[in-house]
């Protein structure tokens, strides 16, 4: 499949100006959070700046959200043939025809992985699904700003209605995966001198464009 040039053509065109050294926010605006170009620039430096890369780390991306789906289908019906009618329809919906390092899909499967995990977690009463689920909380936020965001938002309602005698043990590790993640970008855009352009870059998209701007 060709390249969709407004948005697959963008991050792959924003990760070639990354790997060429310029840096992002600083050097050039960006209207998202950054990791889906940091993903994509990543894979060009290590096997090259080639679209294909790009597609075939998006299809195992996509692997993660379908069953995501599935587990979480699973879940809620108890009947394993049942479960793969929304996994098909995700599948045919999203993945099937939006192959590329896509925020949106990103933030998606990312959402769902969070979601499969903060359950898991709760069925085996393993405290540390919980630490992953902070982790890929924050990699959602930094997939796409208003999904990140929602995905807060579902997340604590979930704790609000777990386990009362174990909610602050899964609080404390989902908070310590998801400041962690925060800390590293956090030091990196100092480090880089971006973390200004990136906080003007959000309150101008997020916050006057989408909620004021409507």
Known sequence: RGIIFHDGGYIL?????????EIIYKDFDFVYTPLSVYITAILFKLF?????????????????GVGSVFYISYWISRNFFISFIPAFIFLWWGPSHINFLSPVMLAIHLSLLTASLCIHGERTRNKRY?????????????????????????????FYFSNQKEKISQLTRYF?????????FFLYFIFTKSFVPFFHNMYFYTFQKILLGN
């Open 48 to 64: 090259g700046q080639n679209v294909l890369v790009e597609r075939i780390f998006s299809m195992f991306l996509s692997l993660i």
């Open 130 to 158: 919980f630490l992953l689920a902070g982790i890929t909380t924050a990699l959602t936020v930094l997939s796409k700003q208003n999904f990140g965001i929602a995905l807060c938002i579902t997340s604590f309602a979930f």
């Open 13 to 21: 065109q924003t990760a070639e100006r990354l790997v060429k050294g």
């Open 176 to 184: 310590t995966g998801t400041i962690s993640v925060f800390v590293i």
